[in-house]
T-cell receptor
Framework: KNEVEQSPQNLTAQEGEFITINCSYS?????LHWLQQHPGGGIVSLFM???GKKKHGRLIATINIQEKHSSLHITASHPRDSAVYIC??????????FGKGTLLTVNP | NAGVTQTPKFQVLKTGQSMTLQCAQD?????MSWYRQDPGMGLRLIHY???????DQGEVPNGYNVSRSTTEDFPLRLLSAAPSQTSVYFC????????????FGQGTRLTVV
C-alpha cells in the first residue's frame, strides 16, 4: 500500500465548477505539500500546511491531522487550472513522499 | 533569484552513453535531491544530499551517481545509460526538513534509445 494515496486519479470538469482533490496518508508527518505540474512543465509548490486551512486566490487547501487527510479545492475552475496536482508529505527528515498525482482537465 | 536551475531540458542518449544532468540553486539550501517521474508512478527519490560533501541513496539509485562539492550544485551522472532510464528527472532543494517549502527545477526529459 502506498504511503500517500490521491483520489481521483483523473478528473474532468467544466469551466466554473468547484473541484476537490483528496489526499490520504498513512505515516506521521510534519507537513503536507500540494504541488502543481502543467503538461510538459516543471513542478511548482502551491501550499505547504501542517494544520488547518490555507487559501491562495481560488485555491484552498485543508488538512485534518487526526484523520490523516487533506483536500485541495479549486473554486470557479478555469481551463488554465488543467494540470497534474501532486500531494507530498514530509517527515522529520528531509525526504518527501509523493502521491501519484491527479490529472485535472477543465473544459471551456 | 533564479531558484533551482536544471539543465538540459531535453536529451536523447544511446544505450551505453554517459551524461551529467546539472542542478544548481541559489537559495543556500542544505538539502538537494534528484527524483525521476514515470507514468503512473509518483516521483521516486534517486539520490539526495543534506549538505556539501554528504550524499546518500534514495529509493532507486542504481545506475546513477552524485556528488556535492558545493552547497549550490548537485549534478546527477548516468554512468551507462539504459532504456529503463528513460524518464523525466527533477532536481529539488529545500532549506531544511520536510516542513519547509520545496523548490523544483524545470525537469529534464531523457530518452535512451
Amino acid at each position: 500500500k502506498n504511503e500517500v494515496e490521491q483520489s481521483p486519479q483523473n478528473l474532468t470538469a467544466q469551466e466554473g465548477e468547484f473541484i476537490t482533490i483528496n489526499c490520504s496518508y498513512s505515516v506521521g508527518i510534519s507537513a503536507l505539500h500540494w504541488l502543481q505540474q502543467h503538461p510538459g512543465g516543471g513542478i511548482v509548490s502551491l501550499f505547504m500546511l501542517s494544520s488547518g486551512k490555507k487559501k491562495h486566490g481560488r485555491l484552498i487547501a485543508t488538512i485534518n491531522i487526526q484523520e490523516k487527510h487533506s483536500s485541495l479545492h479549486i473554486t470557479a475552475s478555469h481551463p488554465r487550472d488543467s494540470a497534474v496536482y501532486i500531494c507530498a508529505v514530509g517527515g522529520s527528515n528531509y525526504k518527501l513522499t509523493f502521491g501519484k498525482g491527479t490529472l485535472l482537465t477543465v473544459n471551456p | 533569484n533564479a531558484g533551482v536551475t536544471q539543465t538540459p531540458k531535453f536529451q536523447v542518449l544511446k544505450t551505453g552513453q554517459s551524461m551529467t544532468l546539472q542542478c544548481a540553486q541559489d537559495m543556500n539550501h542544505e538539502y538537494m535531491s534528484w527524483y525521476r517521474q514515470d507514468p503512473g508512478m509518483g516521483l521516486r527519490l534517486i539520490h539526495y544530499s543534506v549538505g556539501a560533501g554528504i550524499t546518500d541513496q534514495g529509493e532507486v539509485p542504481n545506475g546513477y551517481n552524485v556528488s556535492r562539492s558545493t552547497t549550490e550544485d548537485f549534478p546527477l551522472r548516468l554512468l551507462s545509460a539504459a532504456p529503463s532510464q528513460t524518464s523525466v528527472y527533477f532536481c529539488a532543494s529545500t532549506l531544511g526538513t520536510g516542513n519547509t517549502e520545496a523548490f523544483f527545477g524545470q525537469g529534464t526529459r531523457l530518452t535512451v534509445v
